[in-house]
Nanobody
Framework: QVQLVESGGDSVQTGGSLRLSCAAS?????????MGWFRQAPGREREGVAA????????YYSDSVKGRFTISQDNAKSTVYLQMNSLKPEDTATYYC??????????????????WGQGTQVTVSS
């Protein structure tokens, strides 16, 4: 049974930083897996933010977060992190971790992923 457990969401002010974590279990994590972060604000579609190929370490980012967010992994812990810096009010959303065995060629599409976490709330106030 695959489980993805996110943590690290909080309320911060504009310009602040947060680090989200996603602990994966039940996955063959060190085989090739695409681990992604998505976010969804009320009334908006779910948006792909970043992803990492667990086998190659190659990373992917949306234009909206490039240069501010960094995705990384700890293979020993089967955990993926999203370091978020220079946060803006428009980053406010529920952030979800997602996973799918295989490549990240479709990383920005929510339909690419088979497994999802429950989400963690990030609120950025001005």
């Amino acid at each position: 049974q695959v489980q993805l457990v996110e943590s690290g969401g909080d309320s911060v002010q504009t310009g602040g930083s947060l680090r989200l974590s996603c602990a994966a279990s039940g996955l063959a994590y060190n085989s090739r897996t695409c681990m992604g972060w998505f976010r969804q604000a009320p009334g908006r579609e779910r948006e792909g933010v970043a992803a990492i190929d667990t086998a190659t370490g190659y990373t992917y980012y949306s234009d909206s977060v490039k240069g501010r967010f960094t995705i990384s992994q700890d293979n020993a812990k089967s955990t993926v992190y999203l370091q978020m810096n220079s946060l803006k009010p428009e980053d406010t959303a529920t952030y979800y971790c997602a996973a799918d065995p295989g490549t990240c060629s479709g990383w920005s599409r929510s339909s690419w992923y088979r497994y999802w976490g429950q989400g963690t709330q990030v609120t950025v106030s001005s």
